[in-house]
């Protein structure tokens, strides 16, 4: 049975203060059970050598939740990318609380999210973005053959989404207000309606309860597809839509205790990172092989993965040297579009400030 939460009354407990520090859009993004026994995940045994000496010892990432945009995460640990850099990782499960709680007291150092992120620094979360992991994974689906065609159309429109505040919802927002249409709840100009789980929005497009199906990846690709193309057609794409795309949806984001502490352990971190998504860049049929066979994601459809990971565009080595894709830029961008709407209070030159730490990722070499 759904459970649609009135808007207003969402809004009301949103302004109240619960802009939560949410599982990201793509860390939330369950694609399966990844669990194989225990609640960790670990490398190889010939890459985790127990008289292997680990520069920075023993590290725990968030990584149990199959989420297919988290491939940088399982490909540095299949391919002893960390432990090339001096860490031997544990995946874990990690809800909110344990994500911030981590974050905070330096025991997770690094975690995958959007800019949903971006409220919860301004609430206190000692958190920086330090680099980009990915582009798009967000589309919107309407009915095949609706009068829906762009975001003009919208006004007076209801779009089922995961949750108010969540990326999905801000997504729509940024969209909407740069088509002339109002977000705001007061303006009454369109309505977000929330659903506990993306089938349950596909539900209420097809009964027409809605007339917009806000969703993460797979499902949004899933349904367009196969069996289910004669049903629904995307209506936006994050990763092609002029206002997103080419930027970063995701960001990898670092904890402060460990940045002041020991900058050197995120340099190699982030460094593990990179080589990971080269490695991506250059090998997508590979890298989607490689997370089915481990189990790091459970996938069904190999040839919609591969396609997905392609269009996330993944930086490879050329994309970082040459700062192709400003990580800066697209912080500046996305806080400024949330200040906008009213999501961010902080003056965007501001919060920029506070939120984006450049790595040097010459540290520990």
Same mark, same amino acid.
Not at 15 to 36: I, R
Not at 94 to 102: N, P, S
Not at 164 to 170: A, K, L, S, V, Y
């Given at each position: ?209 809605? $007339?917009? !199906? ?6 949004? *690709? ?5 069996? #289910? /193309?004669? &049903?629904?057609? =995307? ?65 069904? $459809?190999? !040839? ?6 392609? *269009? ?5 080595? #050329? /994309?970082? &040297?040459?700062? =192709? ?41």
């Amino acid at each position: 049975m759904k459970t649609v939460k009135n808007y207003k009354r969402i809004i009301a407990v949103l302004l109240a203060g619960v802009l939560a520090f949410a599982l990201t859009a793509c860390g939330a993004e369950k694609t399966g059970d990844t669990t194989t026994g225990d609640d960790t995940t670990k490398s190889d045994d010939k890459k985790t050598d127990a008289t292997k000496e680990f520069k920075y010892g023993k590290i725990q990432l968030p990584g149990k939740d199959g989420a297919l945009c988290n491939a940088p995460t399982f490909i540095a640990l299949d391919k002893g990318f960390f432990a090339e850099e001096g860490f031997d990782v544990t995946l874990i499960s990690a809800d909110t609380e344990t994500r911030k709680i981590g974050l905070n007291n330096g025991t997770i150092p690094m975690i995958n999210g959007d800019f949903q992120f971006f409220p919860s620094i301004e609430e206190g979360v000692n958190v920086s973005v330090v680099d980009g992991l990915h582009n798009g994974c967000i589309k919107f689906l309407v009915k095949k053959g609706s009068d829906i065609k762009s975001a003009a159309d919208l006004k007076g429109k209801k779009i089922a989404v995961d949750e108010i505040g969540g990326t999905p919802h801000q997504v729509a927002s940024v969209w909407l207000e740069k088509a002339g249409i109002s977000a705001k709840p007061d303006a009454k100009e369109v309505e977000f309606d929330v659903y506990t789980d993306g089938n349950l929005e596909l539900e209420a497009l097809k009964s027409g309860q809605v $007339d917009v !199906a806000a969703l993460w990846d797979p499902l949004g *690709s899933i349904y367009t597809t196969g069996e #289910h /193309a004669n &049903d629904y057609e =995307v209506l936006f794409d994050l990763s092609t839509d002029p206002t997103f795309a080419g930027k970063y949806c995701c960001f990898l984001y670092a904890s402060n205790k460990i940045i002041k502490e020991n900058p050197e352990e995120i340099s190699a971190l982030l460094r593990a990172y990179h080589k990971a998504q080269e490695w991506i860049a250059e090998n997508p049929e590979e890298a989607v092989t490689i997370i089915s066979d481990k189990k790091y994601s459970a996938i069904e $459809d190999k !040839a919609l993965a591969e396609a997905l990971v392609k *269009s996330y565009e993944y930086p490879s080595a #050329h /994309a970082h &040297d040459s700062n =192709v894709q400003d990580v800066g830029a697209d912080v500046t961008y996305f806080a400024t579009e949330l200040h906008n709407i009213g999501y961010l209070k902080t003056d965007p030159t501001e919060f920029v400030q506070k939120a984006y730490y450049k790595v040097d990722l010459n540290l520990g070499k």
